[in-house]
T-cell receptor, first 112, second 112 residues
Framework: GAGVSQSPRYKVAKRGQDVALRCDPISGHVSLFWYQQALGQGPEFLTY????????KSGLPSDRFFAERPEGSVSTLKIQRTQQEDSAVYLC??????????FGPGTRLTVT | SQKIEQNSEALNIQEGKTATLTCNYT??????LQWYRQDPGRGPVFLLLIRENEKEKRKERLKVTFDTTLKQSLFHITASQPADSATYLCALGGDSSYKLIFGSGTRLLVRP
């Protein structure tokens, strides 16, 4: 079956622009996670959804970051007024419950 | 604060040898520990999960140990192959939390 997909794979934004990153999780997976990964580092937790409910957004770096999963499947991570420090790979992962996570390929965001 | 340490320097070994990667942690009592593999430009791929009450787990050429007293996990790849070359990430999780806390990863290079 299809794995987790993310789009776009690459995004270049000028500082101050808004961006929206999409994640299509594996069908039937209850849990959805967003992570931020800097070069040479491990993924850092941003936010967690259980179905459509956002249960934890403690990892979001600022109020410029917003995530939603309105129907409990597809999720969107939005970053407003992008800054250079937002440049990173954004990973989405889904899981059936609290077990192994299946990651998408990531979206590489570059803010110029 | 919680801290996870993995060898920051790359591990360079000869094909056929056993690779051993280390994951140490402090200020945390995880209920389980997971190991992931990550190739350049791709998302992490789940390999193994070991729970706090398990000492060792095996899967094909992979073996993971978990010592909650030493606060350490060892990840072994026996009969290593060049195709095993990748970055390996350890991640800790708790029963009361769905979050995974990742280490920064260790890069493994297997020479033919």
């Amino acid at each position: 079956g299809a794995g987790v997909s993310q789009s776009p794979r690459y995004k270049v934004a000028k500082r101050g622009q808004d961006v929206a990153l999409r994640c299509d999780p594996i069908s039937g997976h209850v849990s959805l996670f967003w992570y931020q990964q800097a070069l040479g580092q491990g993924p850092e937790f941003l936010t967690y959804f259980q179905n459509e409910a956002q249960l934890d957004k403690s990892g979001l770096p600022s109020d410029r970051f917003f995530a939603e999963r309105p129907e409990g499947s597809v999720s969107t991570l939005k970053i407003q007024r992008t800054q250079q420090e937002d440049s990173a790979v954004y990973l989405c992962a889904s899981s059936f419950w609290r077990d192994e996570q299946y990651f998408g390929p990531g979206t590489r965001l570059t803010v110029t | 604060s919680q801290k996870i340490e993995q060898n920051s320097e790359a591990l360079n070994i000869q094909e056929g040898k056993t690779a051993t990667l280390t994951c140490n942690y402090t200020n945390y009592s995880p209920a389980y520990l997971q190991w992931y593999r990550q190739d350049p430009g791709r998302g992490p791929v789940f390999l193994l999960l070991i729970r706090e009450n398990e000492k060792e787990k095996r899967k094909e050429r992979l073996k993971v140990t978990f010592d909650t007293t030493l606060k350490q996990s060892l990840f072994h790849i026996t009969a290593s192959q060049p195709a095993d070359s990748a970055t390996y990430l350890c991640a800790l999780g708790g029963d009361s939390s769905y979050k995974l806390i990742f280490g920064s990863g260790t890069r493994l290079l297997v020479r033919p």
